[in-house]
């Protein structure tokens, strides 16, 4: 007996507490078993399901995965002279890509820190009025940004404009949600200070939310700037300018202008990253002040 | 049992702990006292190998511990519980979860990750609870207790561990004073009933005073007293302090008074 290993519970009190907790942990046991079994069940029956719909079969197509980029890869390598013609060639629609990136960003930012704001609880202007806020971020997070583009587009006609309007809207919905989560985390003391000299709604958020948000802000806003540059090449695709019209007509060429899909997907990795780069320098900037 | 020789710590061109040296024989109970960037916390955090040191040797037991690297570094930190100011357990797990952690350094990760101990640890686990009189907060999360519970439970990690040497970083500096004793009293008890070392960093000198076989007072990272508590006069304070003669322990003491004027003064006024 485990008891006597280490001597009877001194008091009738422990005994009850220790078989309680036994049992406890026992039935948290038995549910985490339970869950893995079912999650296990799940992946492999649908799995399954969706095997037998597939044309073709997972396990037969899987040696051929890498076939399409070898072939990219492996005609520009040959033809590797060109790409720094390409590349500069290129740089034009890439400017215009990031730029269509950047003003929906700084748009759908500006927004969704109102919104987010307005929406928080404990520090919302009117408090009734939250389910409003949030349920107008869903919506704008719910129809594809692609959606709004086509249509736009069918109204304006094609260019940038149509493509900033389409993927601010969904900024402000995306970014609202994040920004709110991290103001409901600041700390309520500040806010409680400036209140107690008599500051407005403005002065409070202003003064007393902005500068704890700040860092997690400008990292989730840079974040969804790089989400925005691919979003503006998607963009590109149906109409929009920028380099993500060039990438269709190459990849839509075919064989024999794979060098000049290399040379496109370079550009984006290489903004990607200095994006990157920028933020870490920013946040750190901010957190640890100037001299950092 | 223990050695500190001439260890120092460098923190950019600053010495947060100066070529301090001294060693302790048998399980004695040993408090730090200084000011706030004395070094004390620094010392500890070395002993426990959070911190490393620039240079320097702790022998425990002959075995300079300052050199361990890898298992044997974890392994020696399984066997030096430590104890901080502000408790840290995992608020968001259960007390016996919280106890058991003690043991991680012996059991294999995947059990731990999925909770799964064996059910001799956890009776142990609650027998430590129940010594130190918290076992009916067994099932509860830890962050639903009392600063004074928490350090109770951070104690039976600790205890869990069965330590040799424990450490206690300014253990009593978040808790109020009743709480306050329970917990010295408890690392008191732990140190005279289970033969334990205790090293503790504290910010009063009447808990000093009270509790401790041994004192050291540290200044800008040195050494500057190392006796018992009675040889640790009001002197011997404002130079570990470096106060001056308007240094008075008794305005910022937060034991309860013996004194029991001011009651029987109220009593009076109440009576008149």
Redesign the interface.
């Known amino acids: 007996m ?1 008891d006597t ?2 001597g009877p ?3 009738p ?2 005994r009850q ?2 078989s ?3 049992e ?2 026992r039935r ?2 038995m549910y ?1 078993g339970i869950l893995l079994i079912l999650f296990v069940a799940l992946m492999a029956s649908g799995f399954r399901l969706a095997e037998a719909r597939n044309a073709g079969g997972f396990v037969d197509g899987l040696p051929m995965l890498l076939s399409f980029p070898a072939e990219v890869l492996s005609e520009a390598w040959r033809n590797r002279a060109n790409l720094p013609g390409m590349v500069l060639e290129h740089l034009p629609s890439l400017v215009e890509t990031v730029n269509i990136a950047a003003v929906s960003t700084l748009l759908g930012g500006l927004a969704a820190m109102l919104l987010a704001l307005l929406s928080t609880r404990g520090l919302a202007r009117w408090p009734r009025l939250t389910p409003l806020f949030r349920r107008m971020m869903d919506a704008t997070r719910a129809i594809p940004e692609i959606v709004i583009a086509l249509m736009l587009i069918y109204i304006l006609g094609g260019g940038p404009v149509p493509a900033v309007a389409a993927i601010a809207l969904h900024t402000a919905g995306a970014l609202g949600k994040l920004f709110s989560e991290v103001a409901e985390n600041a700390d309520p003391k500040p806010v409680e200070g400036l209140a107690s000299v008599g500051a407005g709604w403005g002065q409070r958020m202003w003064l007393g939310v902005l500068p704890q948000v700040a860092p997690n802000w400008l990292s989730y806003g840079l974040m969804r700037f790089e989400i925005n540059v691919r979003a503006s090449a998607i963009l590109g695709f149906v109409g929009s300018g920028g380099i993500g019209y060039d990438l269709k007509i190459a990849m839509q060429w075919g064989q024999g202008r794979y060098d000049e899909v290399v040379a496109i997907f370079l550009l984006l990795f290489v903004t990607i990253v200095a994006i990157d780069r920028l933020s870490d320098h920013a946040r750190t900037r901010l957190v640890k002040g100037r001299n950092a | 049992m223990l050695e500190v020789r001439n260890v120092t710590r460098i923190f950019g061109r600053r010495a947060a702990v100066d070529d301090i040296s001294f060693s302790v024989e048998g399980p004695a109970f040993v408090g730090v006292i200084g000011r706030s960037g004395a070094g004390k916390s620094t010392f500890l955090r070395m002993m426990n190998r959070l911190t490393d040191a620039s240079a320097g040797q702790i022998l425990v037991e002959e075995r300079d511990i300052l050199a361990l690297r890898g298992a044997a570094r974890r392994q020696w930190q399984g066997e030096c519980a430590m104890i901080f100011q502000q408790f840290n357990l995992v608020p968001r797990m259960d007390v ?1 979860s919280n106890v058991l952690h003690g043991l991680l350094n012996r059991r294999s990760t995947l059990a731990t990750m ?4 064996p ?2 640890d ?3 686990a ?2 430590i609870l ?1 010594r130190l009189g918290i ?2 907060q ?2 509860k999360r830890a962050e639903a207790l009392s600063g004074g519970q928490q350090q109770r439970v951070a104690i039976a990690r600790a205890l869990m561990q069965d330590p040799r040497i424990i450490l206690a970083d300014e253990p009593i500096a978040s808790l109020d004073p009743m709480n306050a004793q329970v917990v010295m009293d408890t690392l008191k008890r732990i140190n005279v009933e289970d033969g334990r070392m205790v090293i503790a960093n504290l910010h009063t000198l009447d808990t000093a005073r009270r509790y401790c076989d041994r004192v050291i007072g540290m200044r800008d990272g040195r050494i500057v007293f190392d006796g018992t508590p009675d040889q640790l006069s009001t002197g011997a304070a404002r130079d570990i302090y470096g106060a001056d003669d308007s240094f008075n322990e008794a305005a910022t003491s937060t034991a309860i008074p013996a004194d029991k004027a001011p009651d029987d003064a109220y009593a009076a006024r109440m009576l008149a």
């Open positions: 485990v290993a280490f519970p001194r008091d009190g422990t507490i220790e309680a907790y036994l406890l942990t948290r046991r985490g | 016996v999925f909770n799964l101990w059910r001799q956890i009776l142990r609650i027998a129940e076992a009916e067994a099932p």
